[in-house]
């Protein structure tokens, strides 16, 4: 079954501590990118790549690090994570990222709490 | 700026029309898209209309798009509880990899 994986779907965590949530597609695409969600907010792009070894930022990139060594995965890195990116996140990936012809599939979603 | 706004709730009864508004800001839009995210889960595409096109029909779904207003609809014909959901209007840009989200409209659809 063509999907976005995430994990984890909830975690709760305290300030400072290092975390990673994963990121996996099995649709070989080559775009993928990180969202957060927010109340009145809606979806804003943290970080993005058109294919491996290639990162940009998007509109909220602070506190955040991406690295894409892998088709397949993508993983969003809070260094030291802080009580304001508390959010709901969303990876999304789509065949080229060409947004003319593209749909973007999307994950589940990660809820994250940071204490 | 780069602002995509709608309203926050809609509720409507079962078997009646909703109509789901979005206003964006920036001319150079080409693509404008319709997600509809359950509780819970991620956001799934409904449509999408092109800049040059005035109006798309999708079985229940009608999408109307003023150019010149800058203002993009969500018609949901005949409206089912399944319906119930948070729905965000998107705008694509021709210069930008970037897809630029509304702050969603919470749909609540009541027997």
């Known amino acids: 079954e063509a999907q976005v994986t995430q994990n984890p779907r909830y975690l709760i965590t305290v300030t400072g501590k290092k975390l990673t949530v994963t990121c996996s597609q099995n649709?070989?695409?080559?775009?993928m990118s990180w969202y957060r969600q927010d109340p009145g907010l809606g979806l804003r792009q943290i970080y993005y790549?058109?294919?491996?070894?290639?990162?940009d930022k998007g509109d909220v990139p602070e506190g955040y690090k991406v690295s894409r060594k892998e088709k397949r995965n993508f993983p969003l890195i809070l260094e030291s994570p802080s009580p304001n990116q508390t959010s709901l996140y969303f990876c999304?990936?789509?065949?080229?990222?060409?947004?003319?012809?593209?749909?973007?599939?999307f994950g589940p979603g990660t809820r994250l709490t940071v204490l | 700026g780069e602002d995509v706004e709608q309203s926050l709730f809609l509720s409507v009864r079962e078997g009646d029309s909703s109509v789901i508004n979005c206003t964006y800001t920036?001319?150079?839009?080409?693509?404008l898209y319709w997600y509809k995210q359950e509780p819970g889960a991620g956001l799934q595409l409904l449509t999408y209309?092109?800049?040059?096109?005035d109006m798309k029909q999708d079985q229940r779904l009608t999408v109307l798009l003023n150019k010149k207003d800058k203002h993009l609809s969500l018609r949901i014909a005949d409206t089912q509880t399944g319906d119930s959901a948070i729905y965000f209007c998107?705008?694509?840009?021709?210069?930008?990899?970037?897809?630029?989200f509304g702050t969603g409209t919470r749909l609540q659809v009541f027997p």
């Open positions: 999304a990936s789509s065949p080229t990222g060409q947004r003319t012809i593209d749909t973007q599939y």
């Open positions: 649709m070989n695409h080559e775009y």
């Open positions: 790549s058109m294919n491996v070894e290639v990162t």
């Open positions: 920036d001319s150079s839009s080409t693509y």
């Open positions: 209309i092109f800049s040059n096109m």
């Open positions: 998107a705008e694509s840009r021709s210069n930008t990899d970037k897809l630029i």
